[in-house]
């Protein structure tokens, strides 16, 4: 009785110790083996039995390292290392499920040397660091390929490695510090015989302030960076390249808004656009600039010189040499087109100069602000083109009127009429402000 219940007690015991024995080595080695294995290694340790909630089930997992022929024409001799793990239905026996891949290097492939490399990162120093940190650099102190780089090759395509960036950098509203990063980042090209491009990904993995300043906020404000430097460089290339304009001694604000009539119906959009970003009001510009617009500035510009030079229509061909003048003010003034169903509207203000016994001298006027509104459907533009030559304009110095669209049907605030007033000499258009004291 003894002996069958000892008998039974083993069978039990094997029973179980069957349902659940792991693979072996040599049967994971063999499942997973291909004919363009170079070498495989298993990860150290044991097989370990792990929950997937994706298959709601128990498998048996063990990591392995896999090496391949890389299949790369130009580097013959490298090999593509993938990481992943076997796959194992529990049971007796275990059976093979799958392979799952992890991740994927590439051995063989030569880096850039650290000067190459370098070089690249000090020419596209904004991708390299990151817009946010370049635009509060203050100065760049260095960038070194760190004592252990841990370069990977992630494709024949990209790899990365880690530096070290140190600068002087924006902290806060009121605070400077010299920035210790290091830095791992990631670069690309679209073919193995390219140069690396512009574009990088870079993750910090380590920051460290030291020699911290205090500066108050105003002087944060006007704190040059290396991206605003680079930025105002580029914004003085672009209106230079726009070319020359003259700017004449302006007495009068009429003698504003007839020049900038003129020169919206006889100019070129470069011109009139570098006469209007020399023109415009200083808060049109990032502080510190009077190149670099701001968001609102470029708006006003983009919008004037599109309206005016680049529609289906221009400027010339709805607007008058002499145009009505629809409403005017000291500083304001709105001028209709030739049909006086659109208007432009423009205000000047006084800047610059320089203070003399507590007296602002050698002001001058700048655009405050400048609206040109044009026709744009198809069937105005035609009943504007369907004048005779020398007919459109013919009496042009219209007189103003009050059965026109005024300033809220266009977007604005509605205009301030003369009424009546000396200045504005009803029925005489913008030339004769010229001889209107």
């Known amino acids: 009785m003894r002996t069958r219940t000892a008998l039974l007690l083993a069978a039990i015991c094997l029973s179980v110790l069957a349902a659940y024995a792991q693979p072996t080595d040599a049967q994971i080695l063999q499942d ?16 370990k039995k792990v929950w997937s909630d994706a298959h709601a089930q128990w498998f048996w997992e063990r990591g392995a390292t896999i090496w391949l ?23 007796n026996p275990p059976s093979y499920r799958e392979w799952k891949t992890s991740l994927n290097e590439y051995e063989g492939i030569p880096a850039p040397t650290n000067e190459e490399i370098l070089a690249h990162a000090r020419k596209y120093l904004k991708d390299f660091v990151g817009e946010y940190r370049y635009n509060r ?24 490695m880690e530096f070290e960036v140190v600068a002087d950098v924006i902290i806060s509203d009121v605070e400077v510090a010299t920035e210790s990063t290091r830095q791992e980042t990631r670069f690309y090209r679209e073919k193995v015989s390219d140069p690396w491009r512009s574009f990088m990904v870079t993750v910090e993995r380590d920051v460290r302030h030291d020699n911290k300043r205090s500066y108050s906020p105003e002087d944060i404000r006007a704190m040059e960076t290396i991206g605003s430097r680079e930025m105002e460089s580029q914004a003085q290339a672009e209106l230079a390249a726009l070319g020359e304009v003259t700017i004449p001694d302006f007495a009068r604000d009429v003698d504003v808004f007839t020049h900038t009539h003129k020169l919206l119906r006889e100019g070129t959009a470069a011109q009139f656009e ?14 510190g600039s009077s190149t670099r617009l701001t968001p609102q500035g470029a708006d006003l510009v983009n919008k004037a010189v599109n309206n005016a030079f680049k529609g289906k229509s221009t400027y010339a061909q709805q607007y008058c040499p002499d145009p009505g003048v629809k409403s005017q003010q000291p500083n304001g003034m709105e001028w209709w087109n030739a049909t006086q169903d659109a208007h432009v509207r423009m205000a000047l203000t006084k800047a610059g100069g320089t203070w003399k016994n507590g007296q602002k001298v050698g002001e001058t006027f700048k655009i405050a602000a400048l609206e040109v509104w044009m026709l744009t459907s198809a069937d105005d533009i035609a009943r504007i083109n369907s004048y005779e030559p020398g007919m459109l304009c013919k009496g042009s110095t219209a007189p103003v009127s009050s059965d026109g669209p005024n300033m809220s049907d266009q977007g604005g605030a509605p205009p301030q009429q003369s009424g009546g007033s000396d200045i504005l000499k009803k029925g005489k258009g913008l030339l004769n402000k010229l001889t209107t004291p």
């Open 274 to 287: 570098a006469y209007l970003i020399r023109m415009l009001a200083p808060v049109y510009f990032v502080e």
């Open 69 to 91: 022929p890389a299949d790369v024409p130009e580097f013959p001799n490298a090999k593509v290392v993938v990481y992943g793990f076997a796959r194992y239905h529990t049971g």
């Open 32 to 47: 997973i083996a291909s004919p363009k294995q170079l070498k495989v290694e298993l990860v150290k340790g044991t097989t």
């Open 137 to 160: 650099m203050v100065d760049l102190r260095s960038i070194a390929v760190a004592a252990d780089p841990k370069t990977v090759w992630h494709t024949p395509l990209s790899f990365s």
